[in-house]
Nanobody, 127 residues
Framework: QVQLVESGGGLVQAGGSLRLSCAASGRTISAYHMGWFRQAPGKEREFVAA????????YYAEFLKGRFAISRDNAKNTVYLQMDSLKPEDTAVYYCAGRPTIAPMPDLRKPDVYTYWGQGTQVTVSS
């Protein structure tokens, strides 16, 4: 199994930036596709971004419009989410998730394809 721990959340003003980290332990994340999701109060969990095992492909929610960037450092067993131009509507708990690289390639935008989840980190954007 792999354990995922998110960090880097906090309170930021609109227009600001945050960098979330997802540190993995137990197994190397090089064997996993990784994703970020978020959940705001009263709303369903929604896809934010994903990256394939090698980092060769990335996927983003359309509503982001280029404000966020996902990356991974397999040597550090860590996945990152750089969030720029933050808006109050970005306020949510952000979760990191991992999917073993079992064929066929799944739709990484769907939360139910992921096996492992972190506990989440709160991001609050003030107006």
């Amino acid at each position: 199994q792999v354990q995922l721990v998110e960090s880097g959340g906090g309170l930021v003003q609109a227009g600001g930036s945050l960098r979330l980290s997802c540190a993995a332990s137990g197994r190397t994340i090089s064997a996993y596709h990784m994703g970020w999701f978020r959940q705001a109060p009263g709303k369903e969990r929604e896809f934010v971004a994903a990256v394939t095992r090698s980092g060769g492909a990335t996927y983003y929610a359309e509503f982001l419009k280029g404000r966020f960037a996902i990356s991974r450092d397999n040597a550090k067993n860590t996945v990152y989410l750089q969030m720029d131009s933050l808006k109050p509507e970005d306020t949510a708990v952000y979760y990191c998730a991992g999917r073993p690289t079992i064929a066929p390639m799944p739709d990484l935008r769907k939360p139910d394809v992921y096996t492992y989840w972190g506990q989440g980190t709160q991001v609050t954007v003030s107006s």
